[in-house]
């Protein structure tokens, strides 16, 4: 059996990430966080369990970089989509209708990662998902005409939260066409700009089940007479 090259073992080791980050987004979404285990996580996942802890310090890492990346994937597919534009009043009412569907069509997975973000003992977790998240939202800004991108983009990430929370709040959730009006007055954006609640979601993706879009799982071809070892430990194949 031929020996598997560097750049092999680093391309299975980055997909098998993937695969516990859509993995987390999914059974989070269908069950909560309680009812979801990291051993459900890397079963469905089809990973080893040690793999978890491998590339994540626990289960709540691992759900807020799931729900990061679902996030700016959403954002960059929603400000990226036909017919492109790089008009800033129209890429942030995108930005805004994208994160403020999230919690419209993703409201257990929206809940939960809310509910994670305000523990004290975890709270707000830095991590790549997140920096692309920022990025974006930040573009978006400066695009917006913002003269000071430093302070204007906390205020509408703490805007685009509150609006998320606003939507989420167990028995006294706020509509989000009343919270997106208000977004919309705010920046002064027409209500016809980006995509109204009214309207069809472009190339009618509200709501894809499939977010296999979203993460990098595809199989990777392997040279004839090597085997899979996408269960096994990384740490073990460098000893």
């Known amino acids: 059996m031929s020996p598997r090259s560097a750049s092999v073992n680093e391309e299975l080791r ?6 516990l980050l859509q993995a987390a987004v999914e059974l989070v979404g269908e069950r909560g966080y309680e009812a979801t285990t990291l051993g459900d996580i890397a079963d469905r996942a089809g990973s080893a369990r040690g793999l978890v802890s491998y590339y994540f310090p626990g ?6 970089s799931a729900v990061h990346r679902l996030m700016h994937r959403t954002l960059e597919e929603a400000l990226e989509r036909e017919p492109r534009t ?3 009043r129209e890429r942030l009412a995108r930005a805004i209708d994208a994160i403020l569907g999230l919690a419209r069509d993703r409201p257990v997975l929206m809940r939960q990662h809310m509910a994670g973000l305000l ?3 975890v709270g707000f977790v830095p991590c790549p998902e997140q920096r692309r998240l920022a990025e974006l939202l930040r573009d978006t800004v400066a695009r917006h005409g913002s003269r000071d991108v430093d302070r204007d983009y906390p205020m509408l990430r703490a805007q685009l939260m509150g609006a998320v929370f606003a939507a989420l709040v167990p028995g006294v959730p706020m509509p ?3 919270l997106r009006a208000e977004l ?3 920046y002064r954006l027409d209500w016809k700009l980006g995509v109204p609640p009214d309207a069809e979601a472009p ?5 894809d089940p ?5 993460f990098a799982t595809g199989v990777l071809d392997r040279p004839e007479g090597t085997e899979r070892q996408d269960r096994t430990d990384p740490t073990a194949q460098s000893k």
């Not at 289960?59 to 807020?64: I, N, T």
């Not at 190339?203 to 709501?207: A, E, S, V």
């Open 119 to 121: 523990q004290a003992e």
């Open 210 to 214: 499939d977010l296999s879009r979203f």
């Open 184 to 186: 919309f007055e705010r």
């Open 86 to 88: 790089d008009e800033g």
């Open 59 to 64: 289960k709540r890492h691992l759900v807020q």
């Open 203 to 207: 190339g009618g993706t509200t709501c």
């Open 14 to 19: 980055r997909r098998s990430k993937e695969r």
């Open 176 to 178: 989000v066409p009343e």
